[in-house]
């Protein structure tokens, strides 16, 4: 049985993660102002591990509020092949340090598609933040966009160590996560994206070829008056 978190537990958890952020910022600014009076304690034996803690507190804090607002979408026409180019051309410094090679494949006039610009850039940021965290010693992230019949499909996938089959199946559940530091939200935000723009993901992981994200969205009806609006 899917184990999605409800409307009405999803309305608790932006309750509590409002609630959490007011402390969890003046706390920090403490631990920031005691650091700069006594810079000594920079070299008690737990100080970095309370940091490290504090930061990942703020990156679940972080990805709370966006798992909260995945759902709430302002619509517009725009291209989606344009948008996930700009964001590849903004990431590219990143691939370089890391030793990721990128690939396209954009179906030429593909069509546009009735989408909120920045929930679905943090689509794209997701998965290739996934991709590359799958491969540390570097790979290959392979992107497809085309349309088949009303949907426009997209793919994510890399080269790296792949999802173990018994993972596949809850890896799209809130706090479900392999990684030692990761929030478990990342792809649950996909996924609550995706689906409130009347689309579907799923993943698979043949043994040896690493993992593929498959995305489809419905594409907007042919003779729409609005143009794309692309990057914005």
């Not at 003046?26 to 070299?43: A, D, G, M, R, W």
């Not at 992230?141 to 349309?147: D, P, Q, W």
């Not at 030692?180 to 579907?200: M, N």
Request: charged share 20%; aromatic share 6%; net charge neutral.
């Amino acid at each position: 049985m899917d184990k999605q978190i409800t409307r009405r537990d999803s309305l608790s958890l932006s309750q509590i993660s409002h609630e959490l952020r007011t402390p969890v910022t003046l706390i920090n600014s403490y631990l920031q102002l005691f650091c700069s009076s006594h810079p000594e304690v920079k070299t008690f034996p737990y100080w970095k591990d309370i940091m490290e803690n504090m930061e990942l507190l703020k990156e679940l804090l972080g990805a709370l509020s966006q798992y909260n607002r995945s759902e709430q979408l302002q619509r517009q026409p725009l291209a989606l092949d344009q948008l996930a180019s700009s964001l590849l051309l903004s990431m590219e410094p990143v691939f370089r340090e890391r030793r990721i090679q990128v690939h396209t494949c954009f179906q030429e006039s593909l069509p546009p598609m009735a989408g909120d610009a920045l929930k679905l850039r943090q689509i794209f940021f997701n998965l290739l933040n996934n991709a590359m965290d799958a491969m540390p010693q570097g790979g290959t992230v392979t992107l497809k966009l085309f349309c088949q019949g009303a949907r426009i499909h997209l793919t994510v996938a890399d080269t790296g160590e792949g999802i173990p089959p018994e993972k596949l199946d809850s890896i799209f559940q809130p706090f479900v996560t392999s990684k030692k530091s990761g929030t478990g939200l990342g792809l649950p935000i996909v996924r609550r994206i995706t689906e409130a723009h009347g689309g579907h993901v799923s993943a698979a992981s043949p043994p040896g070829e690493g993992a593929c994200f498959h995305l489809t969205f419905p594409a907007l009806s042919a003779g729409t008056e609005e143009s794309p609006a692309g990057t914005r």
